[in-house]
């Protein structure tokens, strides 16, 4: 099992920037594909960004070139440094880890809001 637990979530207004964390417990959770997913009220839940374990990365196109994802193995947490926000960037995001897919993963935090204000 590997336990996900995010932070850095908040209010922000538009232009602004936050940086969300996510710290990682469990068995051999480094070794772990590692992403992160949005959901935004009324809407599916979508695909942000990956990291694998080496760091080859995969970004969903609304938020390349704003947002980085990366990640401490050695601290056993990953990072999504958001810029530029945008209103349409509102959402809860949730950090997850295992056989990632665009829709899917193995496991799941609880989720963090983040709201940006016009």
């Keep these: 099992q590997v ?6 979530g908040g209010l922000v207004q538009a232009g602004g920037s936050l940086k969300l964390s996510c710290a990682a417990s469990g068995r ?12 935004a009220p009324g809407k599916e839940r979508e695909f942000v960004a990956s990291s694998n ?3 080859v990365t995969y970004y969903a196109d609304s938020v390349k070139g704003r947002f980085t994802i990366s990640r401490d193995n050695a601290k056993n947490t990953m990072y999504l440094q958001m ?6 960037d509102t959402a809860v995001y949730y950090c997850a880890a295992g056989a990632l897919t665009m829709s899917s993963a193995n496991y799941w935090g609880q989720g963090t809001q983040v709201t940006v204000s016009s």
Aim: no cysteine; hydrophobic share 25%.
């Design 83 to 88: 810029n530029s926000l945008k209103p349409d």
């Design 28 to 39: 051999t959770s480094s070794t772990y594909t590692m992403g992160w997913f949005r959901q």
């Design 53 to 55: 374990r080496v760091g």
């Design 3 to 8: 336990q996900l637990v995010e932070s850095g």
